[in-house]
């Protein structure tokens, strides 16, 4: 069975960092391309990075890049989000994503993980 | 950045209507465009991609249209199990989403 499961979210202070991950199973990881899209609470979606299937390309949205990173680890199967300068609006659900083909749409959801930013 | 609009931002339907949705991006994406449902506590779940191609396993009643800039999502009957909320997105450059559309009961 297919399946994303993310981990990671916790309840941070502003300026801090955190690492996301998400452990995919039931599909060969490495043939694929993911992407990072967070919700707000009772808001819309937004797509955050995303990383071609070997990791040789990254992508960010511009309200993230500089303060952002996605990695990944094919031998590990497992896929990051390195998060720094946390900000209050960064609190968010945050999903992983498979991406069907390159600039294609996003099959595969993970339930998401909650980060808070909050003093 | 690519932008990309949605109307309406909700509306209200009964049981066996004919509901059109509507995404409209800030240029040309050819047919980068993808839909999504979204029900209250999940994950979002594609239904259409590429414009019109159906995802395996979406019922025959969501059919999608468009291209350039403007797109239809169309639920030929909908269904109490498609109250919800869409949102479409573009994936030509990055990817952008829509702000969604909610689907309720009239």
């Known amino acids: 069975q297919v399946d994303l499961v993310e981990s990671g979210g916790v309840v941070v202070q502003p300026g801090r960092s955190l690492s996301l991950s998400c452990a995919p199973s039931?599909?060969?990881?490495?043939?694929?391309?993911m992407s990072w899209v967070r919700q707000a609470p009772g808001k819309g979606l937004e797509w955050v990075a995303a990383?071609?299937?070997?990791?040789?390309?990254?992508d960010y949205a511009d309200s993230v890049k500089g303060r952002f990173t996605i990695s990944r680890d094919n031998a590990k199967n497992m896929l990051y989000l390195q998060i720094n300068t946390l900000r209050v609006e960064d609190t968010a659900l945050y999903y992983c994503?498979?991406?069907?083909?390159?600039?294609?749409?996003?099959?595969?959801w993970g339930q998401g993980t909650t980060v808070t930013v909050s003093s | 950045d690519i932008q990309v609009t949605q109307s309406p931002s909700s509306l209200s339907a009964s049981v066996g209507d004919r509901v059109t949705i509507t995404c409209r991006a800030s240029?040309?994406?050819?047919?980068?465009l993808n839909w999504y449902q979204q029900k209250s506590g999940r994950a979002p779940n594609l239904l259409i991609y590429?414009?019109?191609t159906l995802q395996s396993g979406v019922p025959s009643r969501f059919s999608g249209n468009g291209s350039d800039t403007d797109f239809t999502l169309t639920i030929s009957s909908l269904q109490p199990e498609d109250f919800a909320t869409y949102f479409c997105?573009?994936?030509?450059?990055?990817?952008?989403f829509g702000p969604g559309t909610k689907v309720d009961l009239k």
């Open positions: 994503a498979r991406e069907l083909f390159w600039r294609g749409p996003m099959d595969v």
């Open positions: 039931g599909f060969p990881f490495s043939n694929y391309g």
């Open positions: 990383i071609w299937y070997d990791g040789s390309n990254t």
């Open positions: 240029q040309t994406i050819d047919i980068y």
């Open positions: 590429s414009a019109s």
């Open positions: 997105q573009q994936s030509y450059s990055g990817a952008t």
